[in-house]
């Protein structure tokens, strides 16, 4: 049974405290995993630069590609934490899942606050930093099957876009709450001070975050579409070729959503710094432009993906994505340029994103039924972003190095819109319309 065939007294409470429960805290998840990306030049710093290089000599800019290769990493764990916790939420329940993903993200972000730099510990501290940030892949691995179960599970009818949305909207929260987070300390810290400590604090903050989402969850009600195992014993049937065909078209469908999205969202801030030669502070500032552009947009694309579809939207933010780009970036890179320009550029770009990201979780929860949902789309979305997602930095990095082109971050994210392309273009118009399965 599923929420789409819902409507018992007392229902909207119940889906609206689900809606809070699985959007706190993914946006604490996401608080927390996007900390990494806008500090990545300290990171380089503490972790893995010569002591004394700076972010834009040669050595510096080795430095920033081995953070980002250790960001790419956690991205590589998240299909394993997609099978591991979306198993357990298939098996035990969607709640479980929550709070054990939850949990395990808290504790390793913490963990990174709390770590010695190289300067103390040598080669034992970017091992620890990589082993803290493979749990982080882990959990956000699972994180994203549980939250969009839950949102789309307890949505009313009709109304699985604008709930699956919310998915989107508190990852861009979290994002835009890290990227404000680490723009406030830049502007408090004298430089000096940033990199010897300060980048701990936005770290560290991932406890109180934490332990007040987890307190949320633990309320949560389990969802209408877990079947219990005494109800459905049967193991998850995963080996079976149709479900990983789906796994991977699903995968397919959200391919621009996920290159596009790490490279105007979350690698932008050290390619403005690191390439162009924008400060740090005013780096940190572009980034919260877009992000802001991307959370305005995404829970207005998923309802209207609700009326007109997923296939519609999902499509037109592609071609959008592919089409301005390049411009937008250009007009980033023209020092003439009037800062209202840049700016309008910066939102118009997170917007474009969150044409895709809008409805892109219902779309992924309607491909697969109940019994394997969790595991299934979670699976979709993280190897998705295990290839284009978390090598966004490091290919993107290395490229702008190798090639001397500004424009790679708009190349990169119009490469991957198109490779989408083809699997979008399977969506079904009326797809919406229908019950969860």
């Given amino acids: 049974m599923t929420t789409s065939v819902l409507s018992p007294p007392g229902v909207a409470p119940v889906a609206r405290r689900a809606l809070f429960a699985g959007a706190v805290g ?13 500090f990545a030049p300290v990171i380089a710093t503490a972790f893995f630069a010569p002591v004394g290089a ?29 099978l591991l916790f979306g198993r357990l939420g298939d098996r035990a329940g969607r709640r479980p899942a929550l709070l054990a993903s939850l949990g395990l993200m808290t504790a390793a972000t913490a963990g990174i606050g709390l770590l010695p730099g190289q300067a103390t510990a040598g080669l034992t501290a970017p091992l620890l930093l990589i082993a803290l940030r493979a749990l982080q892949g882990l959990s956000a691995g699972g994180e994203f099957g549980g939250a969009v ?6 949505a009313p009818p009709g109304r699985r876009g604008r709930y699956g949305s919310w998915q989107s909207a ?62 459905d014993p049967a193991p998850v049937p ?7 065909r789906a796994v991977l078209l699903g995968a397919g469908r959200i391919v621009g959503w996920s290159g596009a999205g790490y490279a105007f969202l979350v690698v932008l ?51 959008l994505v592919m089409v301005l780009a ?37 779309m992924l929860a309607e491909m697969f039924p109940a019994r394997t949902r969790c595991t299934a789309l979670g699976l979709a979305y993280a190897l998705a972003n295990a290839v284009f997602a978390g090598g966004a930095g490091l290919v993107i990095t290395y490229l702008a190095r190798v090639t001397g082109r500004t424009d790679v971050p708009a190349l990169y994210a119009v490469g991957a819109c198109a490779l989408s392309l083809p699997a979008l273009w399977t969506l079904r118009a009326d797809d919406h319309r229908g019950p969860l399965r």
Avoid at 149 to 154: C, G, I, K, S
Avoid at 291 to 305: D, H, I, T, Y
Avoid at 330 to 343: H, K
């Fill in 26 to 38: 993914n946006f604490v998840e996401w608080y927390e995993f996007g900390v990494y990306g806008y």
């Fill in 54 to 82: 700076g972010i834009g000599t040669d050595a510096g800019a080795a430095a920033l590609v081995a953070t980002y290769a250790t960001f790419a990493l956690a991205f590589f764990f998240r299909p394993l934490g997609a």
């Fill in 149 to 154: 179960a839950v949102l789309t599970e307890f």
């Fill in 170 to 231: 508190t990852v861009a929260l979290g994002l835009l709450a890290g990227a404000a987070t680490a723009a406030a300390l830049a502007a408090v810290l004298p430089p000096a001070a940033l990199y010897a400590w300060g980048w701990r604090i936005a770290f560290l903050l991932a406890l109180p975050l934490g332990a007040a989402a987890l307190c949320v969850r633990v309320r949560l009600p389990e969802s209408p579409g877990f079947r219990p195992p005494p109800a």
């Fill in 238 to 244: 995963l080996g079976r070729p149709e479900l990983w």
């Fill in 269 to 319: 801030p050290s390619y403005l710094h690191g390439t162009l030669g924008t400060s740090y502070r005013g780096a940190l500032l572009a980034t919260v432009l877009a992000n802001v552009g991307f959370a305005v947009v995404l829970v207005p694309a998923g309802v209207l993906s609700d009326r007109v579809g997923r296939r519609a939207v999902m499509l037109a933010g592609t071609g």
């Fill in 326 to 362: 390049v411009p937008l970036f250009a007009l980033l890179r023209d020092p003439g340029a009037p800062a209202v320009a840049r700016g309008a550029a910066l939102l118009c770009a997170g917007a474009l994103v969150g044409l895709l990201a809008g409805p892109g979780p219902a």
